[in-house]
């Protein structure tokens, strides 16, 4: 697979989560999607990413702002079922708060 073709995949499948969490009445805001690597220099600066190898440079991840019940999630454990859905759609797809380093909950991506 291109890495154009890996892209439009990710991207339907960001739609279905998206459905997903609306049929949980959950509410979801865009964080970061692409990011270049100018940007992703500048997280890596300041602590919030650890690494240049970020699926999101390759435009395979999205991170998402969580509300349950219209309020503002920040504990990896609120996203943990969009997360479970997220990995049921591909065995390819990571969810961030697998990460060990940071515990990246609001994180979704294709490694493909
Ligand atoms: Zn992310």
């Known amino acids: 697979m ?3 073709e890996k892209q439009r995949k990710f991207t339907v499948m960001v739609g279905e989560l998206i459905r997903c969490a609306s049929q949980m009445e959950y509410g979801l805001t865009f964080s970061w999607a692409y990011r270049d690597e100018e940007a992703q220099k500048r997280m890596v600066a300041t602590g919030l ?5 970020s699926k999101h440079l ?9 509300f349950i019940g219209g309020v503002y999630q920040t504990k990896k454990e ?23 380093s940071l515990g990246d909950g609001n994180h979704f991506e294709y490694g493909g």
Do not use: H, I
Request: aromatic share 16%.
């Open 2 to 4: 291109t890495l154009s």
């Open 49 to 53: 990413s650890k690494t240049m190898q």
């Open 58 to 66: 390759e435009r395979l991840a999205v991170d998402f702002n969580l």
């Open 78 to 100: 609120a996203y943990e079922p969009l997360g479970v859905y997220w990995k049921s759609l591909d065995p390819q797809n990571r969810w961030g708060g697998d990460f060990q």
